[in-house]
């Protein structure tokens, strides 16, 4: 079955740091694969998205994330972090169900807190 | 404007009731979800709406019924709460469900606790 491991539950960094959050999938196709972002008591936000072409993906906010096939992965990066940056970061793939393609299944979700 | 929105944002109930939760979209999308996020945050879909006709219903208890009167509302209504059932609810819509690059986007939740 498609699944989707963040190893990672909590990660500290210091502002200014970069930052690298881990995503594992479980996938027989070429996976659209998300980077989502949760703030306290918010909804979530779409960082960015894989679906074909080149493999480096930019996002909003200063991310980047990098899908490697060999690796199933799609880790999610930032150069420099900053204190706003401090959030919940779930990865997902959507996978397809039927004629429905656009069934996504989340990780477990990565919390990030950034210290000053 | 708000694009996906719910209503209300928090629901405090006792167990045995009924109860609704509401979420609209004026983002022109023809796809509507709803997601359960547990007290771990982990999401998981319930059910996906297209065009008000059903697409998605994973293993949900059937004390949960979506509703959908057009593409712009999907309602969750709930029987006969279980504390099991506190959670944060996540309504979500997309262009469509056929191409699976779509983004969704998300309202902002429903928090739902039942004593």
């Known amino acids: 079955a498609q699944s989707v491991t963040q190893p990672d539950i909590h990660i500290t960094v210091s502002e200014g740091a970069s930052l690298e959050l881990r995503c594992n999938y479980s996938?027989?196709?070429?996976?659209?694969l998300f980077w989502y972002v949760q703030s306290p008591g918010q909804g979530l936000q779409l960082l960015l998205k894989?679906?074909?072409?080149?493999?480096l993906v930019q996002g909003i906010k200063g991310f980047e994330a990098e899908f490697k096939r060999s690796q199933s992965s799609f880790n999610l990066r930032k150069p420099s972090v900053h204190w706003s940056d401090a959030a919940e970061y779930f990865c997902?793939?959507?996978?397809?169900?039927?004629?429905?393609?656009?069934?996504?299944?989340f990780g477990t979700g990565t919390l990030l807190a950034v210290q000053p | 404007d708000t694009a996906v929105s719910q209503t209300p944002k928090y629901l405090v109930t006792q167990m045995g009731n009924d109860k609704s939760i509401k979420c609209e979209q004026n983002?022109?999308?023809?796809?509507m979800y709803w997601y359960k996020q547990d007290s771990k945050k982990f999401l998981k879909i319930m059910f996906s709406?297209?065009?008000?006709?059903?697409?998605i219903n994973e293993t949900v208890p059937n004390r949960f019924s979506p509703k959908s009167p057009d593409k712009a509302h999907l309602n969750l209504h709930i029987n006969s709460l279980e504390l099991g059932d506190s959670a944060v609810y996540f309504c979500?819509?997309?262009?469509?469900?056929?191409?699976?690059?779509?983004?969704?986007?998300f309202g902002p939740g429903t928090r739902l606790t039942v004593l």
């Open positions: 979500a819509s997309s262009q469509d469900f056929s191409a699976g690059y779509n983004e969704q986007f």
């Open positions: 996938y027989g196709a070429t996976p659209y």
């Open positions: 894989y679906f074909s072409g080149d493999t």
């Open positions: 997902a793939v959507a996978r397809a169900q039927g004629g429905a393609t656009n069934k996504l299944i």
């Open positions: 983002l022109g999308h023809d796809t």
């Open positions: 709406y297209n065009n008000k006709e059903l697409i």
